[in-house]
């Protein structure tokens, strides 16, 4: 069975760092796109980072050269690296994960089409 499951979300102030987890089990990071969304209260849901099944990552404008998606294939675990946080970077923060189609990730920039899996989110809020 898959599951994601997100951690690492908190309280910090703002230009603080948090890093999220997300533990993935049934099946290996190698075969898979992941994800990493953000939906604030009253807004949409919004890509963040995508790290494709290759290796390349790609990254909203709001967060590059902030935030970093990586991944620790032996722990089979994703990780989204956030530094200089912001009080717009406050929301619940969801990780995703689809397979290829075609061999490629489809996503509309670090926004993965139709995830097949979520996490339960996590809750990052950032104060002035």
């Known amino acids: 069975q898959v599951q994601l499951v997100e951690s690492g979300g908190g309280s910090v102030q703002s230009g603080g760092s948090l890093r999220l987890s997300c533990a993935v089990s049934?099946?290996?990071?190698?075969?898979?796109?992941m994800g990493w969304f953000r939906q604030a209260p009253g807004k949409e849901r919004e890509g963040v980072a995508a790290?494709?099944?290759?290796?390349?990552?790609t990254y909203a404008d709001s967060v590059k050269g902030r935030f970093t998606i990586s991944q620790d294939s032996y722990r089979n675990t994703v990780f989204l690296e956030m530094n200089s946080l912001k009080p717009e970077d406050t929301a619940m923060y969801y990780c995703?994960?689809?397979?290829?189609?075609?061999?490629?990730?489809?996503?509309?920039?670090?926004?993965?089409?139709?995830?097949?899996?979520w996490g339960q989110g996590t809750q990052v809020t950032v104060s002035s």
């Open positions: 995703a994960a689809v397979y290829p189609s075609g061999g490629q990730c489809r996503r509309i920039g670090p926004a993965l089409q139709r995830p097949g899996y």
């Open positions: 049934g099946y290996a990071l190698w075969s898979v796109c």
């Open positions: 790290l494709d099944s290759d290796g390349s990552t």
